[in-house]
């Protein structure tokens, strides 16, 4: 999916929430109403039909409404960070109804004094909605705090902190709500080391705290609290910098999320420092799924992410994972991910920077998970942020390159790879494409056609205005350049595509 409006910087996509087939996709910087004013799509998740635009009400240049989305059964609520309706910067949630789109108001606080970003981050449950602000000045500078409002009457509750909290804890910075509870993280609290961090339970009914949760191997630095994911009485916690087997390595907990007690912990088989394994976290029934951009293979940045059973914490039982690279630090595998079928393919965007003798992308056998091929750009060509874009589909998986020089300084190319034994089958490159135009910022592939985003490309006298090239499959024969039908200079149009 991409925006339907593009606009330089938009940020389409910053904030996404999911219910059923209703997709909510954040895109705090658009410029429809004023600079930077925000907007929020609605997509059919079935279809990938545009359903409508959610605009804030009555904006100012810089609010970034769209900073956080979160929907249910009844409601849309969108975070306005920087409102000014109450004071400067205090921030909102606009609320709109899930069915007809309609909007139903706005939550404010009822003191506004010392709050700043309230609805930076967001959770909902029924017509209970949790809001951090993690930067407000509430008790000491970036103290933070957390603010529940009843979306039945589209009214203030109350406004929580932690009774320890303290000057740059950022209490707020992330929020889970369940149907009687409702938790908040402080990845900077100090109780148990500086920077250590905390979560607080506390009671949606009445606001009261009733449990702080630490880890058990609590220390300086290790940001418990950084991730947060509440399924009925498990809650999973992040702990992205913990120390306990290495420096920054990283470490996930298990709590029951009715009594606060911890349950188990997670790590990995193989760690290496600065991993910073639970960036993300999620768990589903007895499944937990934790994430880490920089889990290392070989002891260089790949990416990992990984799935456990409750019950089994020492070994995940579904990897995905990079592999060496090199001569260069940084594949962030994951970055760039495609499906077809039993074959998931992932690069990340940075990979193309390990041609010699490292890896680019990725190709997996899901149900076994087996790494079936590495797939890495010519030899010497470094640099040029090959996996920067893929796809797979009919047979065929597209790389797209669009650092690529070989014609000139980053025009760009894609390359086509067999899907069965990762054999190299062409190269593509329009005749039209320039220096810095960036041919294969995008892919997709659907039903025989391949399109390519080419997001620097110019149109006549317009400058940078973009473009989508399509291509027949497995011929490789271009089928037709397509122009946004409003170019303008550096729209970027095709810096996504979707088939």
Known sequence: ?????????????????????????????????????GAVFLFDLSTGVMLEKLLPDN??????????????????AVGNLNDNDVGQFVGSIEVFDRVSHAHKGKLLPDDPSDLTGVGRRIAIKGDGLVAGAAFSDLGGVDAGAALLFDLSTMSHVYT?????????DQFGGVVAISDDRFYVGAENNDYYGVDGGAVYMFDRATGEELVQMWPHDFDNANSFGSALHVDGDRLIIGARK????????????????????LQASFQRDAVFNNDQFGEAVAVLGDEVIASSIRARASGNLGGKVYRFTIGDERYPDRIFEGADCSNYNYNMLGEAIDIDGDTLVASGSEAGLCFDGGPGVYVYDIPTMTRL???????????????????VGDGVIAVGAPYDSTIEDRAGVVYLYDQVSGAFL?????????????????????????????????????????????YALPSGDLIRKQISPTPGNVDEFGWDVHL
């Not at 913990?242 to 606060?260: K, P, Q, S």
């Not at 091929?373 to 796809?391: D, K, L, M, Q, Y």
């Open 1 to 37: 999916l991409t925006s339907p409006t593009p606009g330089v910087d938009d940020e389409f996509g910053f904030a996404v929430a999911l219910d059923g087939d209703l997709l909510c996709v954040g895109v705090p910087n658009d410029d429809q109403l004023v600079e930077d004013g």
């Open 59 to 76: 904006p100012d240049a810089f609010d970034r409404f769209g900073i956080s989305v979160a929907v249910n059964a009844e409601y849309i």
């Open 373 to 391: 091929h590495v797939i890495t750009g010519n030899p010497g060509t470094s640099g040029n942020w090959f996996g920067e874009s893929i796809a």
């Open 242 to 261: 913990n120390d306990t087997e290495g420096t920054n390595r990283g470490r996930v907990y298990l709590f029951n999320a009715r009594t606060g007690q």
């Open 160 to 168: 929580v902190q932690g009774g320890d909290t303290a000057s740059g």
């Open 426 to 470: 062409m190269e593509l490159r329009p005749d039209d494409i320039e220096r810095l135009d960036e041919f294969g910022a995008s892919v997709d592939i659907n039903e025989g056609v391949l399109a390519v985003g080419c997001k620097y490309v110019d149109h006549e006298d317009i400058s940078g205005t973009g473009a989508v090239y399509l």
